[in-house]
């Protein structure tokens, strides 16, 4: 591993590891993106996936967001269906429709086209440098999260061919050929925890893993077809660094969607479980509290088109909801692409005041 500046502002980890704090830390998710028209220029010049090949570029978007306001993690700039192409399938992003797959895998003898063990630091080298670069220049601000798809999640895209409300040709793998889904769930997870453990040796100081597709399962499915392999997940990456010796780094688990599975996520070895906006909090915060389990979360991004404040007060109630312990605050699911900063700066500052007032005054 590099040596890197020693962490400034590590409010993020100890928040995930339920250790005390002077203030909630907070982060959102694709903080980094479109809504900022310093990334919208860079995405003028360069196709989506330069960006992400080009670690120069990525570390320049990871930075943007951290430059306008007082964010306490950067998340690396990259994509979850860079796992996809690593095993070999294209993947074009287009614009005002998203990702898309010329070739989608259309049945389960597919899988024989896939390269099944690739070569994590060949193909993914790009990430690994990207994070690197991002961890010099950011020199101990915040920490660095890295991040992949959960199986599910990418085997959803792999099979649909790109966004799909229902992803139905994907569920219908999972009940019309349930050997070759759990087959092709197992080399992503494999992928998965090789691409997770190198990117903590380049220079991750957390995790995310995004099962952002767990809500369309069914809590018998996703028992079946994601809870194993995300516990998997979690059990080898950790297993993995110990070996190396490398210090723990959180795991923070987002499965939108997953309200019947709360208890269940709690069990496994992350040590985040991160909700939706849909999510209630003092059902979670009980069952998380029993496993000693920190929360992320989760105010409704549509929430930041409401005015100042609004956004306050909706951000003090999520703080209080919470408490100041364990919580990771957040968004319930990624930024809009046409909400304001000068809205998500609001609630980044709320967050920060709402419970330093709370810690304060206790
Ligand atoms: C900014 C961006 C990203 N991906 C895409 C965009 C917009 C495309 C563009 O700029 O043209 C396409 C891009 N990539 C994907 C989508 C979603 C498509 C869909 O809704 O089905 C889009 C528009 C697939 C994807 N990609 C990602 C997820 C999981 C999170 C989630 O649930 O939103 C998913 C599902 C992860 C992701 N994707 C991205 C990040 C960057 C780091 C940050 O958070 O700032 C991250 C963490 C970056």
Request: proline share 5%.
């Amino acid at each position: 591993m590099c040596d890197f500046a020693p962490l400034k502002n590590d409010l993020f980890i100890r928040a995930a590891f339920c250790e005390k704090v002077e203030r909630t830390p907070v982060w959102a998710m694709r903080q980094a993106g479109r809504y900022l028209k310093e990334f919208q220029e860079v995405r003028a010049k360069h196709d989506f996936f330069t960006v992400c090949r080009t670690p120069e570029l990525a570390c320049e978007v990871t930075l943007q967001p951290l430059r306008r306001m007082e964010l306490d993690a950067a998340i690396i700039f990259s994509d979850i269906l860079v796992i996809p192409q690593a095993l070999g399938m294209e993947v074009q992003m287009v614009p005002g429709k998203g990702p898309v797959f010329p070739k989608p895998l259309a049945n389960p003898e597919d899988l024989k086209t896939l390269n099944q063990t690739p070569d994590v630091d060949k193909e993914l080298g790009y990430v690994f440098d990207a994070i690197k670069l991002t961890r010099q220049k950011l020199d101990g601000k915040v920490p660095l999260i890295g991040f992949s798809g959960a199986p599910w999640t990418l085997m959803a895209y792999m099979v649909d061919g790109g966004s799909s409300a229902t992803f139905s040709k994907a569920r219908s793998w999972l009940f019309r050929s349930p050997n070759e889904s759990k087959a092709l769930l197992d080399m992503l997870t494999d992928t998965t925890i090789k691409y997770l453990v190198n990117q903590v040796r380049a220079g991750a100081q957390a995790l995310q893993v995004f099962e952002s597709h767990a809500g369309i399962l069914g809590s018998s499915t996703f028992a079946k077809f994601s809870l194993p392999y995300l516990a998997k997940i979690a059990t080898q990456v950790k297993k993995q660094l110990s070996d190396l010796g490398i210090q723990r780094v959180p795991l923070i688990i987002f499965a939108k969607g997953a309200h019947y599975a709360i208890e269940e996520l709690s069990a496994t070895d992350y040590d985040v479980i991160s909700l939706d906006w849909t999510m209630d909090v003092k059902r979670a915060r009980e069952i998380c509290a029993k496993k000693s389990k920190a929360l992320q979360g989760n105010l409704d991004p549509a929430m930041l088109y409401a005015g100042v404040d609004e956004i306050c007060s909706a951000t003090k109630k999520m703080v209080e909801d919470f408490g100041v312990t364990g919580h990771i605050a957040n968004l319930g699911h990624g930024m809009y692409p046409d909400l304001d900063p000068e809205h998500l700066k609001a609630f980044v500052n709320s967050v920060h005041s709402a419970s330093e007032e709370i810690i304060n005054s206790a």
